[in-house]
């Protein structure tokens, strides 16, 4: 017999109403049982109540505080008082708005707690304060329509005329065009430059763009103090030259910032006695800085003045030769332009002689462009003068590397050429010296090359040749100083390329 607990098979529950065996419990049913209903009505719904808190008592509210009763000053009461008495009545503020002003400027005093610190006595009263609100309302808003005006009557016309501005300029057009357009409306990228009809609508958006900067520019600078009343607009300047009133000959330079003043500048005739006494000054005293600054005074008065004759001319022309003798050649090439564009209207002076001065210039700074064109520019008669044949033998004896007649010449230079000559014959001289000293071996006398270089003495060329290190390459011989060619070679080689490396000049023609 094998009993329960060794079965491996569950046991069975009996059938249900059956009563239990062996004494085991009895299962649950496997159904719900459920009441039958009677009617159709809905059955009762069948729910736990929940307990709901108590009902929390309501904050009982506080009672409203007293309102402040506030002491008035006495000057704000008179304040008050004045405001409304009939001869500071306004015609144009209407009573509503005067007492609303008038609580605005009591209640923001009384916010700050300012009332006994205002000015009562002096405060504009509130009538006053809308009236001048409205005159600052009318300012603005007739800055406003003449901005816009001159943006209307400038903008579009710029716009037009910048494509037609050629990318050079030589320097006699320089300044003969007022109605450009200023450069920030400039732009130069390559859209801008295409003149097809099909870019005008990129270029209005482009302008607007433009106004629109130029308005918060403007309107950066509107939060300061504005004025109670509209001013009126300034009068343009004029367009005409200045005609001077000053009798002052001599004044102190000072570069303009704004329109010249009558007052201010000379006229002509005072400026003819200015340089009488300029001239008598420089040969007396001979103070370059003092002199340099009137005769640029000068040139300063004869340009607001728009005086192009003769004695513009007489200015111009001694200016420039006292710059080259100090050796200014800023100055020199300032009075140097302005002349030459001065004798292309044949007011007389001395082109013959400026010419040659500009040919030695243009060797001096070995700008081979510009002397190609000076050149060209020469008549024919022009080049039978003895100043300019002179430059021209210059030009061509460096060009064919004749030391000797390059050195002939710097010794008969006609006028002023010389201090020309003097800012490049140092550099020659290390050219031909290097040269001397591949030609002539072992060594030659000193006196050789003293002839040979334009040098004034023995001393000076023995005084040249120390202050590039030579000392050792003098030597004497047979009662005579000998220069060693034979070992001098490298060191005036270095000597000579150190001197074309670099032309330091200040200011170019």
């Not at 509210?61 to 402040?68: F, V």
């Not at 509130?126 to 800055?143: D, F, G, N, S, Y």
């Not at 033998?393 to 390059?406: C, E, I, M, Q």
């Not at 220069?483 to 060191?491: H, M, P, S, V, Y």
Request: net charge positive.
């Amino acid at each position: 017999m094998f009993t329960t607990m060794n079965s491996p098979w569950a046991p069975i529950p009996p059938p249900p109403g059956t009563p239990a065996q062996y004494g085991y419990p009895p299962a649950p049913p496997a159904y719900h049982p459920v009441q039958v209903r009677q009617t159709f009505a809905a059955a009762p719904l069948h729910y736990v109540p929940v307990a709901q808190p108590p009902p929390q008592p309501r904050p009982v509210p506080a009672p409203p505080a007293e309102k402040k009763k506030i002491d008035w000053p006495g000057p704000v009461r008179l304040y008050v008082q004045r405001s409304f008495q009939s001869e500071n009545l306004l015609e144009d503020v209407s009573r509503d708005d005067m007492e609303k002003k008038l609580k605005e400027t009591i209640a923001a005093a009384s916010d700050n707690n300012t009332l006994d610190t205002v000015d009562w006595d002096n405060l504009l009263l509130p009538q006053q304060m809308i009236h001048q609100e409205r005159a600052q309302a009318k300012a603005m808003a007739w800055k406003q329509e003449s901005l816009e005006m001159r943006i209307g009557t400038n903008g579009h016309a710029n716009s037009n005329h910048a494509v037609s501005v050629s990318k050079k300029r030589k320097s006699q057009d320089i300044g003969g065009d007022d109605t450009s357009m200023p450069l920030w409306r400039t732009n130069n990228r390559i859209e801008d430059r295409i003149t097809d009809k099909r870019q005008q609508p990129f270029q209005e958006e482009k302008l607007s763009k433009s106004q629109r900067n130029l308005e918060k520019r403007l309107r950066r600078f509107d939060g300061g103090y504005k004025s109670s009343y509209a001013r009126s607009p300034s009068p343009e300047p004029s367009s005409g030259p200045v005609v001077g009133t000053c009798q002052i000959l001599e004044k102190q330079y000072f570069r303009l910032t704004s329109a010249p003043v009558p007052s201010q500048v000379r006229p002509e005739p005072i400026l003819r006695q200015t340089l009488d006494l300029l001239k008598k000054k420089w040969k007396k005293e001979g103070n370059y800085s003092y002199i340099c600054d009137q005769f640029k005074s000068m040139r300063q008065d004869l340009t607001v003045q728009r005086i192009k004759n003769e004695f513009t001319v007489t200015v111009y022309e001694i200016h420039a030769r006292i710059a080259l003798e100090k050796g200014d050649l800023g100055e020199y090439n300032q009075c140097q332009t302005q002349l030459r564009a001065l004798y292309t209207q044949n007011l007389g002076g001395n082109p013959v002689e400026f010419k040659a001065y500009r040919i030695l210039y243009f060797i001096h700074t070995s700008n081979r462009t510009a002397l190609n064109d000076v050149l060209a520019d020469l008549t024919t008669a022009e080049k039978e003068e003895k100043a300019i044949k002179h430059a021209l033998g210059v030009r061509s004896a460096l060009a064919l590397g004749n030391y000797h007649r390059f050195f002939r010449l710097y010794l008969d230079t006609p006028n002023m050429g010389a201090y020309l000559m003097d800012m490049f014959v140092v550099r020659e001289r290390l050219v031909a010296l290097s040269n001397i000293c591949k030609a002539y071996k072992p060594d030659i006398k000193l006196r050789f090359i003293t002839e040979e270089l334009g040098f004034e003495s023995d001393g000076d060329a023995a005084q040249f040749i120390c202050d590039y290190n030579g000392q050792h390459l003098l030597e004497e011989k047979n009662d005579e100083l000998r220069f060693l060619t034979g070992k001098a070679g490298a060191l005036f080689e270095t000597a000579r390329s150190a001197a074309f490396a670099k032309v330091d000049i200040k200011g170019q023609i």
